[in-house]
């Protein structure tokens, strides 16, 4: 798992970073004419979250020059080559929503939300692409771009409550999002045991599913804590970041099982 352990980072980082544009976007729909700082300090975050995924991807290339190479690749549409092009648009775009809420200019607004948004279902889907390998069973399947999906919704409307919108129109979207991420880990959740239950049967040897059952521990203390939070008439504010720190914890749990995955030796 060691030697994965950037990509765990990299990818459960960026699509939290995806997550929150598409919340920050959701909201930006509801309330259009809002110029609240919100806003901006939501891109900073995103921002934030790009950047240190993009910075444990190094640790993968091991020298940082070789992403270099990629761009050799696009001539046959190598799937890593299209991941790092996804990266530089969803960046770019989401480069461009921040400074948008810095101007203030009303008219593009809207459209600097939708743009990063765009960009990031489309990077997301890029990321699940380099996933998709005849030789590896436990990820060529659709469940792996649908679990990178609900880990963006997952991690973005959960950390734009965490940085709590002043419009009450905002915030019922954002928990019409979270629950929206819960229902599909629900309906996705069951499936994907079933899939990968089925693969460890034909496993040479046995593989112990440590983390699946950790993950969901920490997830159902999020989600307990969540439902306490909602309850209080003002919640502290170490109680959101707590949430959302299991939170994270537990994708980045599932994601090392999902690449703990590649080293089973099936019959």
């Known amino acids: 798992m060691m030697d994965n352990l950037p990509l765990v980072f990299f990818t459960v980082l960026a699509q ?81 929503a921040l400074l948008s809420t810095l101007v203030a200019q009303q008219k593009w607004l809207t459209l600097a939300a939708l743009l990063p948004a765009a960009a990031g279902l489309v990077f997301v889907f890029a990321i699940s692409h380099v996933y998709n390998l005849d030789t590896v069973s436990p990820w060529n399947s659709m469940l792996t771009p649908l679990q990178f999906y609900v880990t963006a919704l997952l991690l973005g409307f959960f950390v734009a409550w965490l940085l709590r919108s002043p419009d009450s129109k905002q915030q019922g979207v954002v928990l019409v999002g979270i629950g929206i991420a819960i229902a599909g880990l629900l309906i996705l959740q069951p499936s994907m045991f079933m899939y990968y239950g089925e693969i460890q049967a034909g496993a040479l040897e046995a593989f112990v599913p440590a983390f699946p059952l950790l993950r969901f521990v920490l997830l159902a203390a999020a989600l307990v804590l969540w439902f306490v939070a909602l309850h209080k008439e003002r919640a502290h504010w170490v109680l959101g970041f707590g949430i959302c720190g299991l939170l994270f914890a537990s994708e980045l749990l599932g994601r090392a099982y999902f690449y703990d995955l590649l080293n089973l030796r099936l019959l």
């Open 16 to 96: 939290a970073s995806v997550g929150l544009c598409l919340a920050l976007c959701a909201m930006r729909l509801a309330a259009p004419g809002s110029v609240s700082r919100f806003f901006t300090r939501g891109y900073i975050t995103a921002l934030v979250l790009l950047s240190v995924a993009g910075m444990a991807s190094f640790g993968h290339l091991g020298r940082p020059m070789r992403v270099l190479n990629v761009f050799l690749g696009l001539g046959h549409a190598s799937p890593l080559s299209l991941e790092i092009i996804g990266v530089i648009l969803f960046g770019g775009c989401l480069v461009l």
